[in-house]
């Protein structure tokens, strides 16, 4: 029962644990605000609570359940926090500054049991899935880090599920976790705010799909055939191309007006990035015909990975293939490299030849 994490309960759900509780039902309102609203991340902070309720909270469950053990702090302003759960599991989160609007990126899971062979996270295995609190956990403690604890964010805040972990396979938890951020007496960060990002999870695209208040899709590609597919993302072997592009294009139905969905592109120096294979991917696309846009990600090296970044004249010759095959392509720049925080780098690494803070900040 100690472990039971309150910042994991929807508004409903603490109504009714604090009921239990022969607590009034305003109470259950007042301690998820708390915890959402004001980002506070035990009940002591809670100093609007009669100190026996307090006190009876404290026996009985946990308003925070994840630690922080390091914050990485890039030339570019991102943040790499590696946090712990209870029971010792490493999780990733990185908040990633923007002009317009900050993006925090999540992790699902604790590794990863997917072995995509450009992501380092693969080498971890799969540790377990995070709990949906946990989720919700990762975005508090980024937002309070920067911000301070409960200060309004000054530029709004989107989400990805980008981090460690296959978000699909943690899906329960993630969908719990996403109303839960959505809830405007909380972090008030609605759906179409978020965006999650899947190796290839067939079954689940679909039932994303008929979610209503589902977060945006992206799926990770890496590759337009499925002969080179099956080595990039082994998933390839259980929901091959075919079968993908299918869930895509019946995905594509339940696009709300303005809506577009990602294909996210991994680009490896002379694997995948050639204008032959570009070809290859517009055609596939076009054969399905699914009008999603094309996110190109130059390679993030990082050892023992065995693969390099294409040089940005291959990616923009592959980009302009695309174009001139009717498929809208974009680059990405990579963002918080040097702290190991880029798409594919989070592998749990602790060590460091670069700047490393103590988590002694505020959560
Ligand atoms: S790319 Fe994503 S799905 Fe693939 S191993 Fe890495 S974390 Fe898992």
């Known amino acids: 029962m100690k472990n039971l994490s309150l910042t994991g309960l929807s508004q409903e759900e603490l109504v009714t644990f604090l009921a239990q509780l022969g607590e009034p039902s305003y109470r259950g309102r007042q301690i998820f605000r708390a915890l959402h609203h004001r980002r506070l991340r035990s009940f002591e902070e809670m100093t609007d609570l009669p100190k026996d309720l307090r006190a009876k909270l404290n026996e009985l469950a946990t308003a925070s359940s994840l630690t922080v053990e390091s914050r990485f702090i890039s030339e570019d302003g991102t943040r790499r926090y590696l946090m712990k759960t209870h029971d010792n599991f490493p999780v990733e989160t990185v908040f990633i500054p923007e002009e317009r609007r900050d993006t925090i990126c999540f992790s699902s899971q604790s590794g ?10 693969a080498q971890l295995g799969l540790l377990r899935s995070l709990t949906a609190g946990e989720i919700v956990e990762q975005i508090i403690i980024a937002l309070n880090d920067v911000y301070g604890m409960g200060a309004k964010t000054p530029h709004g805040t989107n989400l990805v599920g980008m981090g460690a972990g296959e978000p699909f396979l943690a899906f ?28 290839g999870v ?17 799926i990770s590609l890496a590759a337009p055939t499925d002969e080179l597919r099956n080595v990039l993302m082994p998933i390839n072997k259980k929901w091959p191309l075919k079968e993908l592009l299918a869930a895509c294009k019946d995905f594509e139905r339940s696009l709300k007006p303005g809506e577009r969905f990602t294909f996210e592109y ?9 204008d032959e294979q570009a070809r290859q991917l517009a055609n596939l696309l076009n054969h399905y015909q699914v009008h999603a846009k094309v996110n190109l990600i130059p390679h993030n090296p990082a050892h023992p990975l065995p693969y390099r970044p294409s040089p940005p004249h291959r990616v923009e010759s592959f ?3 695309l174009e001139s095959k009717g498929i809208d392509a ?34």
């Not at 991994?266 to 050639?274: F, S, T």
């Open 330 to 363: 974009f680059v990405r720049r990579p963002r918080g490299r040097d702290i190991f925080a880029a798409c594919g780098q989070l592998a749990a690494r602790g060590e460091a030849n670069f700047s490393k803070e103590s988590a002694s900040f505020s959560r």
């Open 202 to 218: 067939v079954p689940r695209i679909r039932e994303l799909a008929a979610i209503d208040d589902r977060p945006h899709l992206a």
């Open 112 to 121: 990863c049991p997917l072995q995509c062979s450009f992501c380092l996270t």
């Open 266 to 274: 991994v680009m490896l120096d002379g694997v995948n990035d050639a």
């Open 319 to 321: 980009r302009r293939v």
């Open 172 to 199: 329960d938890s993630l969908m719990k976790a996403l109303r839960i951020i959505a809830d405007p007496s909380g972090l008030h960060i609605v759906h179409n705010r978020v965006t999650v990002s899947t190796a």
